[in-house]
């Protein structure tokens, strides 16, 4: 099972980027999903959650009211909609589901990482 994230790049401050999340070889329909994102020399931070069925979210007070997540189970992909991006939000952004039961904020209740995208907002 692999976890690709995609649709990162260079982005001005102000801007937006939509990133996706797909899952192959396996699916994570009924998984909680969440975005998480590293900054060069930080620990891993939590972004957002979803439930399996996308009828809850949570949000890190950081990105509340910019960023939105949702997720087509058809498609076994969560998407990140991120809107009026800033500086501090550059870093590099990972999907995973959630695996193990536990608050989902908390980076060591997932798995199955994968690769992860690069956000680079400019001022």
């Known amino acids: 099972v692999q976890l690709q994230a995609s649709g990162g790049g260079l982005v001005q401050a102000g801007g937006s980027l939509r990133l996706s999340c797909a899952a192959s070889?396996?699916?994570?329909?009924?998984?909680?999903m969440g975005w998480f994102r590293q900054a060069p020399g930080k620990e891993r931070e939590f972004v957002v959650a979803?439930?399996?069925?996308?009828?809850?979210?949570y949000y890190a007070d950081s990105v509340k009211g910019r960023f939105t997540i949702s997720r087509a189970a058809a498609k076994n992909t969560v998407y990140l909609q991120m809107n009026s991006l800033k500086p501090e939000d550059t870093a590099v952004y990972y999907c995973?589901?959630?695996?193990?039961?536990?608050?989902?904020?908390?980076?060591?209740?997932?798995?199955?990482w994968g690769q992860g995208t690069q956000v680079t907002v400019s001022s």
């Open positions: 979803i439930s399996w069925n996308g009828g809850y979210t």
């Open positions: 995973a589901p959630q695996t193990k039961l536990g608050i989902a904020t908390i980076a060591g209740n997932y798995d199955y």
């Open positions: 070889g396996g699916t994570f329909r009924s998984y909680g």
